[in-house]
């Protein structure tokens, strides 16, 4: 399964049944699981461990040392789940020791071409990003998100579960869960309602949910108000709940 051409460290550990296609090059301190398919021209830096059944496409380059001018060489590490596809000319750095040491990738993501996750981000499951999304770095994403083509998330910044971003987003606050967004910068437009529905959403809890995006978005109130209100709103709703507990941890603030 690892084709001649293709070069391999020693010290590397590679799984069962995994295909290794031609002039891809596995350098030392990379770990590959059971399964997992590779294409031509790959190349994965270590320290990196890469779980089962994933697919790498051509001119991916996975674990290489962070863009960030304070690192210094340190063994730092990617760490990738099971069952992502991830298509051509996408980039995934290391960590940094200032941000944790490790950037993380969950499991059952879809990253489409040309997409790049920077040192220290936290990729949740069921992501899903459209050709060209970038991440800064400490970026954290949050499980069932979905990226429009060429959204741009700034350092630091959170995107909450079930958000979805319209093309060419650019977001430089946190974006709250469940939400549309799109622009530069980046504006709330509703609740992503489809993908709830997709997700098997209850209609009560949509419901909540919109109730409580009014509130947010189109009362008026100040940002402490409005969270005053949805705490009460969260005592009924587990959603509602999770959406205001978002908002307060909150460090950049969120988009409004």
């Not at 869960?177 to 997709?198: F, S, W």
Request: with cysteine; net charge positive; proline share 4%.
């Amino acid at each position: 399964m690892i084709h001649p051409q293709a070069i391999v460290d020693p010290s590397a550990l590679i799984g069962k049944n995994v295909h290794l296609g031609p002039f891809s090059v596995i350098g030392p301190g990379v770990e590959i699981g059971d399964d997992t398919w590779i294409g031509p021209h790959v190349v994965i830096n270590g320290p990196t461990r890469i779980g089962k059944n994933n697919k790498i496409h051509q001119f991916a380059s996975l674990g290489d040392a962070p863009q960030h001018t304070g690192y210094k060489g340190e063994p730092t590490r990617l760490e990738i789940g099971d069952r992502n596809i991830i298509r051509e000319y996408c980039t995934f750095n290391r960590g940094t020791v200032g941000g944790g040491g490790v950037t993380r990738m969950g499991h059952d993501n879809f990253i489409m071409a040309y997409c790049h996750v920077a040192h220290d981000c936290r990729v949740g499951n069921h992501t899903i990003f459209a050709n060209g999304t970038s991440l800064a770095g400490h970026v954290t994403i949050e499980d069932y998100v979905i990226f429009g083509g060429f959204t741009m998330v700034h350092q630091f910044c959170r995107v909450g579960a079930y958000t979805m971003t319209g093309i060419a987003t650019a977001t430089y606050k946190d974006i709250p869960p469940y939400l549309l967004t799109a622009g530069n910068t980046a504006k709330p437009h509703g609740l992503n309602i489809r993908g709830l529905k997709r997700q098997q959403f209850s209609a009560s809890a949509i419901e909540s949910l919109r109730r409580a995006y009014k509130v947010l978005y189109k009362s008026g109130l100040r940002l402490e108000e409005a969270v005053a209100q949805l705490t009460a709103m969260g005592k009924e709703s587990a959603e509602v709940n999770y959406f205001v507990h978002f908002i307060q941890a909150s460090e950049r603030g969120i988009i409004r």
